[in-house]
């Protein structure tokens, strides 16, 4: 009773429904919602800060900026819930904030793109070294178990090192809820604009290390590491803390390049290490407590001899994954809680 009475007292003011409602649609920083409402920051700060206090919504920092998005688990979350489908669709000043969000939002698309274009020419370069990634693609669907139609969508989704974002978008529309964590801004901005461009509203990103992830253990039921490993110090503590947060059942997808002499992409492109060995591999996810399923190579195709493999490590943690009527019951005394 007093967790709803406290969401009840958070949001029944009308600055605090405009914010939800615009935050049901996007994650925001207070710069952006100022934009949007046309007030000032301390007093939208104020809201903000009431509307946390009172389970409504999350607050996430990112550098030097801090994004709010709406509370998704426990008794916050679904008051949020019916408070959004009780707005009236035809109020003018909903209306009209709704308006100034796509600007919004427009602008972070630009901004990304412009940054993208700015990339572009190094990344294509590396890309053209192997197979069309919509293969590599495939292969995690696969090795998921979500290539199938009519596959049980998956429970929680996270992609660590997200980059851009696109693993989020490949796995966004066949999981439950997606998290994708990465340590820069830049990065996180490329992979907001293309969430938001899918209108993948079950996906959202988080800026965090990977070696600390800011997520409690067994709370995931699949995780990735798409091409992340390469640029780590520390790859094998990377699995540890990628293992701890997966849920008993779960599935680890770790895909990253054989063994290569290219060593431009040291010099050039900030890899670490010149890809890794499949024994290396599987020694530190047995390390993580976990059982390697499936180890794929995919070669690539017209480079000579001088282009990269693909790998992919599918791997397990050992338990029973629960099933979809368990994450019900659970997601219902996480409400609850």
Known sequence: MDQLLAGL????????????????RSELTV???TQILRQSQPRVSRHLKLMCEGGLLDRFPEGSWVFYRLCRDGAGARLVERLIELLPVDDETLTRDLERLESVRQA?????SAYFSANAEQWDKVRSLYIPEREVEAALLDLAGLD??????IGSFLDLGTG?????????????RGLGIDFSAEMLALA????????LANCSVRQGDLLNLPLPGASADLVTMHQVLHYLDEPGLALMEAARVLKPGGRLLV?????HELDFLREQHAHLRLGFDR????????????????????????TDGGGLTVQIWASRKPGAMASPEARVNEQKEEANA
């Open 164 to 176: 851009t974002g696109r693993m989020l978008e490949i796995f966004g529309p066949r999981v439950e």
């Open 31 to 33: 710069t952006e919602l």
């Open 192 to 199: 907001r604009a293309g969430l938001e461009r899918a209108g």
């Open 108 to 112: 972070r698309v630009d901004r990304a």
């Open 148 to 153: 199938r139609a009519g596959q049980e969508p």
């Open 255 to 259: 895909a990253d390049f054989a063994p």
């Open 9 to 24: 007292k958070a949001s029944g003011e009308p600055t605090r429904l405009r914010l939800l409602a615009l935050l049901a």
């Open 279 to 302: 024994q290396e591999v599987e020694g530190w996810l047995r390390a993580a407590g976990l059982e390697t399923l499936d180890v794929r190579a995919l070669p690539p195709a017209g």
